[in-house]
Structure formats: C-alpha cells, structure tokens
C-alpha cells in the first residue's frame, strides 16, 4: 500500500480531513453519494466489517505499525497520508482521537418503506440536529435490540463525524434513514405501516413506559424530540399514545438520549 509522507498541508486529497463543513463532504461527489470521515480504529474496523469502501487514510506515523497495522492491512492500494502528531492537528484543525481518520464512501441508503415492512420496533428522531444524541441514541438502539431509526428530514445526519464517534460505530450496524413529511403526515405514514405510535413527551396523559398497551404492541414507533423544544404538538397530538418515563425528586425530564436509553429498554427487553 501507498505509504506518503505529507509535505504540503493544502494538497487535495487532504481536503476530505481538512474541511469543517460536512455538508460539503456529503456532497463531494454530487449527483453520486458522498463520503463521510471515520475516526479511531474501532470505528474504522467496523465500518470495514459492514462494508464501507475506504478511499484513504490519515494515520499518526507512529500507528502504522502499532495500534493501526491490521488497518493498514486491510484497506488495500488506497493513499495511506502520515505525519507526526503536530502536523497532523494543523490540518484537521483538532488532535486526532487515537491517531487514525479513513475517508469512506458513503452507500446509498434503504426506503424508509423497507425499513418499516422489515421492523418491529423502531425509534423516530424528529428535528434532532445535536449530532452527540444522535450518536448516543443510536449506540442504544443498536445496542437495546431496536430494529431500525428513522429520522426527518430536519435532523442531522447519522454518518457526520461527531455522531459517528460517539455512536462507537453502531451507525453502521443498525439500519437507519430519513423519512419524508413533516408531522402530523409522517406519524400517519408510520401508523399505515402498521405501528402503535408513542411520542415520548411530558402532558397529563401519558402512561408509563411499562404499560401493557406499548409492551404488547406488534409493532411500535417510538418517537423522540429535539432538546428543549420537544416534539411538536402536531406530532404529539397524531400519536396513539403519550409515554412518559416516571420521575423522582422532582426532575420532570431526561436528555432526548438518556431518555431514549432507557425507553428502549423497557420496550425491548423481552428480546434481550
């Protein structure tokens, strides 16, 4: 594989590990897909497990032969760029979390039509731009046995760099997209293909998430806001059912991912 010392910081190909803008990368190769930037060799490695095309590789010096060999090893003749720790930040603008970024194609994603005829249990992030919870939402997901997360068209994107990080990689394991129309048309779409809907959100009539009529449905979309605002009313008010997850002390809430957490595991555990 192509080993290439950087010399000059403002080349090119560096352009995918220098740009802030990630939009920009989503659209590196419009009308084709894009490509998105994995950081840290666990993240990395499971992106290569599940199938993602690496086009190069932003490695410390030092890893090459340490902590990223069998990465190295893996990726085949794309350019593998290197240079010490210093000269490193100076592109990407931040120090690299263990030393390794690897720029990748992105694959086109499922309908949200397949994703719905192939699950049972999935979790709705309506207008979530905070790419933390998303990643954290979607490692629960992942890990809690939801099937799949769809997310309007208003949330940020899964595979940015901060929520994939965050996410540990899961993002690439469970399936996820973007559903089209705003709220009240989505949650009636949701409702045709089959699932109860439960908004999780704080109102007089909500019931607990341990209530026979969630824990028994077929099929369920449990749908989440974005902090602070919430979901929206009309949204709140096209569901089935208002959840609520009970509290002490007089906390009346938890952050959208915390929350998520711990909603699915109460609607996911017979499966666990």
């Known amino acids: 594989m192509p080993i290439i010392e950087i010399k000059d910081l ?13 939009i920009q990368l989503k659209r590196y190769f419009e009308p084709e897909l894009g490509i998105f930037v994995a950081e840290s060799p666990k993240v990395i490695r499971l992106a290569l ?9 932003l490695i410390e010096r030092k890893y090459i032969d340490g902590q990223g060999k069998d990465i190295v090893e893996r990726v085949g003749e794309i350019p593998i760029y290197t240079a010490d720790s210093d000269i490193l930040t100076g ?4 120090r690299l979390t263990q030393g390794i970024l690897c720029a990748m194609r992105r694959k086109k994603l499922p309908t949200a039509d397949e994703i719905c005829r192939s699950s049972k249990k999935i979790a ?9 919870n998303i990643g954290a939402i979607i490692r629960s997901a992942a890990a809690l046995d939801v099937d799949a997360v769809l997310l309007t068209e208003s949330s940020s994107d899964p595979l940015y760099r901060r929520s994939v990080r965050v996410s540990m990689g899961t993002v690439f394991k469970i399936p996820w997209t973007f559903i089209e129309g705003n709220s009240p048309d989505y949650v009636q779409y949701l409702k045709k293909q089959g699932f109860t809907t439960a908004a999780m959100a704080l109102r007089k009539n909500t019931v607990g998430i341990d209530d026979p009529c ?6 369920i979309a449990v749908i989440l806001g974005t902090e602070g605002e919430g979901l929206k009313n009309s949204t709140i008010d096209a569901c089935d059912h208002t959840i609520k997850i009970p509290m002490a002390n007089g906390v009346d809430s938890l952050n959208v991912a915390a929350a998520s957490a711990v909603a699915f595991w109460e609607l996911c555990r017979k499966r666990l």
């Open 10 to 22: 403002y080349i090119e190909e560096l352009i995918p590990y220098a740009v802030s803008n990630e």
């Open 124 to 132: 709705v992030l309506e207008d979530v731009m905070n790419q933390t």
């Open 91 to 94: 592109i990407t603008g931040f």
């Open 49 to 57: 497990d599940e199938g993602y095309e690496p086009l190069s590789m």
């Open 214 to 219: 969630l824990r028994d449905a077929e099929k």
